[in-house]
């Protein structure tokens, strides 16, 4: 690497130099590392340290103080791939992700479009629309339980009015995942809609302007040049949005506990069992492997199928 | 206004290093500080700085400092890493099914060795408390916060549907029979509610003597084997199915909150709750409540509850001094005054029985007597191996496996598989540790 | 007609709003009820009295984990923002070889969920001998994948031309970074900004395994000594506790709001 040619990478800092010595040629991976260098360093001691020390615990028994004793190989990974439970926690995530990163995009940008119309008090209604960001994980969850309260919540109150029988909402294995979606869209809309009104308020005016004198219509502007527009932070809620969905654990905790029926037992809530309930460092750190695994799949596909519509000015 | 703000970043910046560098520490005066860990949240909270506030009183040498560390859960996921280190509190809370775990650590020193050396008189302690915490003769931890499972009903939905409420349900039939009529004579009630809390099984299989796991209950050897899913626990599920059957259960999944509103709403006419939340039940009530036994089968001797809760251990490496005084403020904790206190703020059992006869406690227990039903089952408990509880380090684990049991129960799965897929999880789990801990 | 699109609009954004908000409305009305009307299902309190406020401000040193909380939050978000847009500036701006690996390594963090590297990290923090003092709370979290991301998005967004200009004119990459693209991110600057700060505030597992001690404690820590676990939940006060914990992280996505407004306003440079 430090042989390369600088220009065949891209522009050279320096331009009027006959002679570069190796100082000068590697001069840009020099400033891009002292940039670099205080995320480095962090993400080395707070993120890959962690992330390799899961990898050794994962090919190991630990004991009742999280520590490895006997090295069983791929044996952890080899039970969990067997036991029932696991898989189901796999398929819940999926449909979890599912579920909630496809609403969230789409309702928040229909809010960002509204919230973006020129109208007298609109701020005000930002400020609604964001507001659920504001509100921490813990206290939706507490607040959304007693919505979702079977008898007395509002949810099954307001139905129960049009004559729809009453839903266990938490307890029934058929809602229970819903439910839990539900509440997590509804905290997800306030980054989301922050973010993509945003992008939207950073679109030139003047492509709208060149437009409408061609006579172009809400709908037609909004596919050929809002979305395009919009689409690397577009691009950027989608990314966050799914790794954020595969690691949901705080309203789970305080909602269902994973039940009923293990239907919302999302594989970050089964880490947190394995790792804080169970002590059982060994399966935990192969659940955190196989996670870290799937989440990285997914991106990989994004990164390359979906980044590539991105339109980068 | 840039450079204002880049003066600003400096500082900040400097400010975290250096509280980096010096810390948060504070003054001391000449007391023996001693830390106390503890997982109590809410009004026990408001209790428990109450009696500390009074113990730093009531003397000038010991300075408790309690400190909360989260639930029991986050507070052992702590402890693990920290006991026997530097970190480590003096005294440290414990969950019930925590202790097995806290006996083996290594981190810690059974206060029976403090009992004996001043000796302290254990018998003053209550007897049936004593015995969950005692393992081959030795105390390990003072025992401070109990509580026993009690059934709370609804005495006047009890009256709408001609059932007696002085003469509450004892048997599995009869608790059916009652969920049917109170089902039918109120307008949107359920007769009976089962929260997914794994404890309240323990406690329906202890009642029949069942144990929970082999090595008489892990008291007499290190449990190998699960031995929950016995007829003595299919009795449990059975009864429990028929119910559901009749329409009579109520489901409110995990949450107690929900179970608690439900009943306070009069959807549910009787349930399974702690003995800790019976104060807080007779406040909120807009009606009268009233307390039973847990039901057992029609045609098994009653042998009485085990003890929940958690209790206190003494941390290892600390200095003598720091030991002894912090065994002196156990003492004080385990004192009569300070459990009648206790007890009527929370609802827990006072573990030291001269707290009864506390004027606080005589006052309390005549304007609500329902007090007195929790107390009386819980001293009718016969001492069995049964009754002293199951004693083994994964008991935390088994309770998130025995919690999928009882969702297949809802499910109506088939139960006696449902049991024994749980038994057979556990005993993996076990026999993964056992090998786990052999190095 | 554009009366009748005006006034359309404004009822679906009103219905929107009620809906959106009903659940923070909910929990405001909540913190005035007693355990016993919460309890009843009640969405309307009997009266609007302070009663639960004052048991919350009782029950615990609110005031001063709340000062703590500020803190840590301000400390994480400058620290954060520094770091990060460093990070992003050398992903859009530097070219060198490797830059596409190394930014996916950067964004592969991210994947790596927190609670799993939390027993791990608490045992580095008490290596450090962090436990207890700002640092734990705050150092961790100034490098971000999340907030390195953001900004490289929003610095792609940089016309080219700007750089190439700059570069003419002789300017170093520092100065190009401090005087160009720092001032014309700022919209994402505060984005990031207000998002780091409620996430710090917000945050509950790290804050309570590093702290031990009262006097180091954020106020989520404080909210959850308000919700007992044996016992029926106070609903009033924890609701009470919540509303007084959520009004400053509410003020600031207020306040960031009206400055993204602002920003935009004379941020034409485009």
């Known amino acids: 690497m430090a042989m390369e040619n600088p220009t065949s990478t891209g522009k050279v800092p320096s331009l009027n130099m006959p002679y570069r010595t190796f100082w000068e040629k590697t001069r840009p991976i020099q400033v891009a590392i002292l940039f670099l260098l205080p995320s480095l360093i962090l993400f080395s001691v707070f993120v890959f340290y962690p992330l390799f020390r899961t990898i050794y615990l994962s090919f190991f028994l630990t004991n009742q103080k999280g520590l490895p004793t006997v090295f069983v190989g791929f044996d952890n990974f080899i039970q969990l791939f067997q036991s029932a439970d696991f898989l189901q926690s796999i398929e819940a995530t999926f449909l979890f992700v599912l579920y909630t990163v496809p609403a969230s995009v789409v309702i928040s940008l229909f809010l960002a479009l509204l919230a973006n119309e020129k109208l007298k008090g609109i701020h005000f209604f930002r400020t609604i629309f964001a507001s659920s960001l504001g509100v921490s994980v813990a206290a939706a969850s507490v607040t959304w339980l007693f919505i979702f309260n079977p008898t007395m919540g509002v949810l099954n109150r307001m139905i129960s009015f049009f004559g729809i029988p009453e839903i266990n909402w938490l307890a029934d294995p058929h809602w229970a995942l819903l439910a839990v979606s539900i509440t997590t869209i509804w905290l997800n809309l306030g980054f989301s809609f922050l973010i993509i009104l945003g992008g939207l308020q950073n679109i030139d005016q003047s492509l709208y302007e060149s437009s409408s004198i061609d006579g172009a219509g809400y709908f037609y502007q909004l596919r050929r040049i809002t979305i395009p527009m919009l689409s690397p932070t577009l691009f950027f809620i989608m990314t966050v949005s799914l790794i954020n969905a595969f690691q949901t654990f705080g309203q789970i905790d305080l909602l269902t506990g994973g039940g009923p029926g293990q239907t919302t037992n999302l594989m970050v809530y089964a880490i947190y069992k394995d790792a804080f309930v169970n002590f059982n460092f060994g399966k935990a750190s192969a659940e955190v492997v196989i996670l870290f695994l799937l989440i990285l799949i997914v991106t990989l596909l994004q990164f390359k199928f979906v980044e590539k519509k991105v339109h980068y000015q | ?439 | 007609m554009m009366a009748i699109k005006r006034g359309s609009l404004y009822v679906v954004l009103i219905l929107i709003a009620l809906l959106l908000f009903f659940p923070i409305i909910y929990a405001f009305l909540v913190s005035f009820m007693s355990t016993k009307e919460v309890l009843m299902g009640h969405l309307i309190p009997k009266s609007f009295s302070l009663t639960n406020y004052i048991d919350a401000f009782q029950a615990l040193p609110l005031l001063h984990s709340l000062i703590n909380s500020m803190l840590v939050s301000i400390i994480t978000t400058i620290g954060q923002i520094i770091v990060c847009s460093l990070a992003a500036y050398a992903f859009v701006f530097i070219e060198f070889r490797g830059r596409q690996f190394l930014f996916f390594l950067f964004v592969s963090t991210m994947m790596i969920p927190w609670e799993a590297s939390i027993i791990p990290n608490f045992v580095t923090v008490q290596k450090l001998g962090w436990i207890n003092h700002y640092a734990a709370l705050t150092i961790p979290f100034f490098a971000t994948a999340f907030g390195t991301f953001l900004l490289r998005q929003h610095f792609k967004t940089i016309p080219k031309e700007l750089h190439e200009a700059s570069r003419m004119a002789g300017l170093g990459h520092l100065t190009f970074f401090l005087k160009v693209v720092m001032p014309v991110s700022k919209t994402s600057l505060v984005t990031l900004g207000i998002y780091c700060f409620l996430t710090t505030w917000n945050s509950y597992l790290w804050p309570l395994l590093v702290t031990t001690d009262e006097r180091s404690r954020t106020a989520q820590i404080g909210l959850r000594q308000l919700h007992a676990q044996e016992n029926v939940t106070q609903w009033g006060v924890v609701m009470a506790g919540v509303v007084i914990v959520a009004i400053p992280t509410l003020l600031v996505l207020f306040l960031g709001q009206k400055h993204l407004q602002k920003g935009l306003m004379d941020g034409a440079v485009k």
Not at chain 2, 87 to 114: F, H, R, T
Not at chain 2, 209 to 216: A, L, R, S
Not at chain 2, 300 to 312: D, M, N
């Open chain 2, 1 to 439: 206004m840039k450079r204002k703000m880049i003066v600003a970043v400096f500082l900040l910046m400097s400010s975290v290093l250096l509280s980096a560098c010096s810390g948060l520490s504070h003054a001391d005066d000449n007391r023996i500080q001693i830390v106390f860990w503890h997982s109590m949240a809410g009004p026990p909270l408001e209790a428990l700085n109450k009696i500390v506030n009074d113990f730093n009183q009531s003397q000038d040498e010991i300075y408790v400092k309690p400190e909360y560390q989260g639930s029991y859960e986050e507070s052992l996921a702590k402890f693990r890493r920290v006991g026997g280190t530097a970190n480590a509190p003096n005294i440290y809370q414990a969950q019930d099914i925590g202790s097995k775990y806290m006996m083996e650590s290594g981190d810690i020193v059974p206060v029976q060795k403090l009992m004996d050396e001043e000796h302290y008189n254990m018998n003053q302690l209550e007897k049936n408390i004593r015995n969950y915490y005692t393992v081959n003769g030795k105390l390990y931890s003072m025992p401070f916060n109990s509580s026993t499972p009690v059934v709370l009903y609804n005495a006047d939905a009890f009256n709408k549907a001609g059932l007696d409420p002085n003469k509450p349900p004892e048997t599995y039939s009869q608790f059916r029979e009652a969920a049917k009529k109170l089902t039918q004579a109120n307008k949107g009630m359920k007769g009976f509610s089962f929260l997914n809390y794994p404890w309240f099984f323990e406690e329906l299989l202890a009642v029949q003597g069942g144990e929970y796991i082999n090595q008489n209950n892990g008291r007499t050897g290190l449990a190998t084997k699960a031995t929950f899913n016995s007829q003595k626990g299919l009795n449990i599920f059975k009864w429990l199915r028929e119910m559901q059957k009749d329409g009579t259960l109520a489901n409110y999944g995990t949450s107690g909150d929900n179970e608690s509103s439900g009943f306070l709403t009069q959807k549910v006419g009787m349930f399974m709750s702690s003995s800790a939340s019976m104060a807080e039940m007779f406040k909120n009530a807009p009606f009268k409540v009233g307390v039973a036994y847990i039901p057992r089968p029609d045609n098994i001797e009653r042998q009485g509850v085990v003890i929940g809760g958690a209790s206190l251990w003494l941390s290892k490496g600390k200095s003598a001094k720091e030991e002894k005084a912090a065994f002196a403020f156990m003492k004080y904790m385990a004192s009569p005054k300070a459990q009648a206190d206790w007890h009527i703020h929370t609802g827990y059992f006072p573990i030291n029985p001269g707290a009864y006869k506390e004027p606080i406690i005589i006052k309390n227990y005549k304007k609500t007597p329902q007090f007195k039903v929790a107390v009386n089952q819980f001293h009718d408990t016969k001492s069995t191996y049964a009754t002293r509880g199951p004693m083994m380090t994964l008991m935390p684990q088994s309770r998130v496996i025995m919690s999928r049991a009882i969702d297949d129960l809802y499910q109506g799965k088939n139960l006696q598989q449902s049991l024994d897929t749980a038994a057979d999880h556990v005993n993996e789990a076990i026999a993964q540790m056992n090998l786990a801990n052999k190095k």
